[in-house]
């Protein structure tokens, strides 16, 4: 049983910066994904196994940046110029290979809340 645990949600103001962890033991294809009050999961970010590959949704490039330390098994979303429209519970998954189709994603963590207040 594969255990996703993300970390380092919270309250910012907007313009502010957040950085999300997930514990992610030995997984080869990550992403972010986030879901905000009725609306469905949607795309952030994925990275694939060695790290030099990556892609983002449009609404977040250029202020977000995933990454992933291997040797900590840990994978990151560093998040800039936070937005309110940015609010929503963030998800990390794993998927046998590099997509942005939440369908192809196998495992997934229990979500932290960020908060971006105007």
């Known amino acids: 049983q594969v255990q996703l645990v993300e970390s380092g949600g919270g309250l910012v103001q907007a313009g502010g910066s957040l950085r999300l962890s997930c514990a992610a033991p030995g997984l080869a294809f990550m992403g972010w994904f986030r879901q905000a009050p009725g609306k469905e999961r949607e795309f952030v970010a994925a990275i694939n196994r060695g790290g030099s590959g990556t892609n983002y949704a449009d609404s977040v490039k250029g202020r977000f940046t995933i990454s992933r330390d291997n040797a900590k098994n840990t994978v990151y979303l560093q998040m800039n110029s936070l937005k309110p429209e940015d609010t929503a519970v963030y998800y990390c998954?794993?998927?046998?290979?590099?997509?942005?189709?939440?369908?192809?994603?196998?495992?997934w963590g229990q979500g932290t809340q960020v908060t971006v207040s105007s």
């Open positions: 998954a794993a998927a046998r290979f590099f997509s942005t189709d939440k369908g192809v994603y196998d495992y």
